[in-house]
């Protein structure tokens, strides 16, 4: 079974400043999705980046990137230029690619705190 | 078009009570999930559906909990004799289809049972 883990969880940036948030994951498998969702306080889940294993480039969606790196089953999210509205509960998540399972596994979360 | 929905958005229910929540999916998507989100947890995978029929019921965590989908479009998620565990976050989440691909998964807003 796979299994995701997020180590920190709580952290903290300064308005405009950069994070980083740390995810490794455990699996067999070669062919599989990770994700990064933010869960607001309306509790609606928001996906932030998407990473396909096969797909050595790091995924970037303007402020949002990731380091994936496969051979240590790790994939951190940095967001830069950090903003107010980026407070909220970030999950990661894995998706195999493989047979027809579609659920995601996640982590436990980090809370991100944004201060002035 | 609209996201995913939910209803009831809270649910107060006296222990022993059955409860059913219901989601409604995008429309046009075929898969539907349903996930439950403890305090302090991450999201746990309950079930899903591919049209009606629902390939993975792994993440159920007993026989008092069912899910069923009809017209390939609404579920409910059905709790029977609800136990204080049960109280939760229960998300819905839809996706175009199951299996292979990237495909992303829409979360609801989610419905938050206390069981007293």
């Known amino acids: 079974a796979q299994t995701v883990t997020q180590s920190q969880p709580e952290m903290s940036v300064q308005e405009a400043e950069t994070v980083t948030l740390s995810c490794t994951y455990d699996?067999?498998?070669?062919?599989?999705?990770l994700f990064w969702y933010k869960q607001p306080p309306s509790r609606q889940m928001i996906l932030v980046i998407r990473?396909?294993?096969?797909?050595?480039q790091n995924a970037t969606e303007n402020r949002f990137s990731v380091n994936f790196q496969k051979a240590a089953k790790s994939f951190s999210l940095k967001i830069s230029d950090s903003q107010l509205g980026d407070a909220a509960m970030y999950f990661c998540?894995?998706?195999?690619?493989?047979?027809?399972?579609?659920?995601?596994?996640f982590g436990t979360g980090t809370r991100l705190q944004v201060t002035l | 078009g609209a996201g995913v929905s939910q209803s009831p958005s809270n649910k107060v229910t006296e222990k022993g009570k059955d409860v059913e929540l219901r989601c409604d999916p995008i429309s046009g998507h075929t898969a539907l999930y349903w996930y439950r989100q403890s305090l302090g947890q991450g999201l746990e995978f309950l079930i899903y559906f591919q049209g009606n029929s629902a390939p993975d019921k792994s993440g159920l965590p007993s026989d008092r909990f069912s899910a069923e989908r009809t017209g390939g479009s609404v579920s409910t998620l059905t709790i029977q004799r609800t136990q204080q565990e049960d109280s939760a976050v229960y998300l819905c989440?839809?996706?175009?289809?199951?299996?292979?691909?990237?495909?992303?998964?829409?979360f609801g807003p989610g419905t938050r049972l206390t069981v007293t």
């Open positions: 998540a894995y998706r195999t690619n493989t047979g027809t399972a579609s659920k995601l596994t």
């Open positions: 990473q396909e294993a096969y797909k050595q």
């Open positions: 989440a839809s996706s175009l289809v199951a299996g292979f691909g990237g495909y992303e998964q829409y």
């Open positions: 699996t067999s498998e070669s062919d599989y999705y």
